[in-house]
Nanobody, 125 residues
Framework: VQLQASGGGLVQAGGSLRLSCAAS????????TAWFRQVPGKEREFVAVFFRGGSTTYFADSVKGRFTLTRDTAKNMVYLQMNSLKPEDTAVYYCAASESVIYGTAGRESSYGYWGQGTQVTVSS
């Protein structure tokens, strides 16, 4: 499985961006797909996860209520809609996927075997 993240850019605080995670291979419904982000000098941070098979999602407290996840199975895509962006959302965002993720471990990098390249999101104040 190959993942490709895109959609990053520069936006003012309060603005919106939509990140896309394109996957090769089988339908995205067969995989749990997550987003992480990383700021230079800091560890990669969990942002959100879309569990395989259904519509269950989970978000980090820092983005809850502002970010949403959608999936287009026909295009094998998962989208991270980011609204009300804040300067502290500035980071490189990565999508990751796995065929099997236990609910309690969805926030761990080690739960995912497939990673896309990052896409830079910069939010100016």
């Amino acid at each position: 499985v190959q993942l490709q993240a895109s959609g990053g850019g520069l936006v003012q605080a309060g603005g919106s961006l939509r990140l896309s995670c394109a996957a090769s291979g089988r339908s995205s419904r067969t995989r749990t797909t997550a987003w992480f982000r990383q700021v230079p000098g800091k560890e990669r941070e969990f942002v959100a996860v879309f569990f395989r098979g259904g519509s269950t999602t989970y978000f980090a407290d820092s983005v809850k209520g502002r970010f949403t996840l959608t999936r287009d199975t026909a295009k094998n895509m998962v989208y991270l809609q980011m609204n009300s962006l804040k300067p502290e959302d500035t980071a490189v965002y990565y999508c990751a996927a796995s065929e099997s993720v236990i609910y309690g471990t969805a926030g761990r990098e080690s739960s995912y075997g497939y990673w896309g390249q990052g896409t830079q999101v910069t939010v100016s104040s």
